[in-house]
């Protein structure tokens, strides 16, 4: 249920307030988080249009807030990136067939399925830990877990968990990691790298 009320009061610095409800009642808190035009800098008997929701403390708060005039803009549901997870699907696929066509020792197929798990089980525990506030993994730890091999969980990660797949300095340093690592794998495959592969025997 949409409801109205006025702003009637605003801290710029901080970036919340409270609206007073047409009808009497308690004042509602809002963020500009809430609000759906951000750019608009609120300002005290601003008319506002909002709706009832609880935020990460399970507080009520003001959410999908519109200005008098102004129409609520339907939030577009994030599109899956299904070339990303084919191409991490289709990686992992091609380290299965080097393994059992011999190209490759059993170990490094393992550690490059293994690392694929432990990189997806960060990245949820990462998205667990943004939803509570907690203390997060640091995007370091990220990136090294996909340089070492595990870019495809990673990837797979950041598409069904909507998570990292938005922040565009993130992923251009993320598909560095996923260049450097596909190349370092394709030297040791080569004639010149190939005498490492024994390390994985």
């Not at 959410?63 to 577009?76: P, R, V």
């Not at 525990?125 to 990136?143: G, I």
């Not at 596909?182 to 790298?193: D, E, K, T, V, Y």
């Amino acid at each position: 249920m949409r409801l109205k009320g006025k702003l009637i009061k605003w801290n710029e610095d901080k970036a919340f307030g409270f609206i007073a409800p047409n009808g009497g009642g308690e004042h509602v808190f809002i963020h500009k988080t809430g609000l759906s035009n951000r750019k608009r800098t609120p300002k005290v008997n601003d008319v506002i249009t909002f709706s009832i929701a609880k935020d990460k403390q399970g507080r009520y708060c003001a959410n999908d807030a519109t200005f008098s005039g102004e129409k609520l803009k339907k939030k577009e549901a994030k599109s899956v990136n299904q070339f990303s997870i084919y191409l991490s699907v289709i990686f992992l696929g091609l380290i299965a067939v080097a393994f059992f066509m011999g190209y490759i020792p059993k170990n490094l197929a393992l550690f490059y399925f293994g690392a694929s798990i432990v990189t997806f089980i960060a990245y949820a525990s990462d998205k667990s830990k943004a939803q509570r506030n907690a203390w997060r993994t640091s995007e370091s730890t990220l990136h090294s877990l996909a340089l070492i091999g595990g870019w495809a969980g990673a990837v797979i990660a950041q598409q069904t968990l909507r998570h990292k797949s938005q922040k565009r300095d993130f992923r251009t340093v993320f598909w560095l990691t996923v260049i450097v690592n596909c190349g370092g794998l394709a030297w040791l495959m080569s004639s010149n790298g190939n005498h490492f592969l024994d390390v994985f025997k």
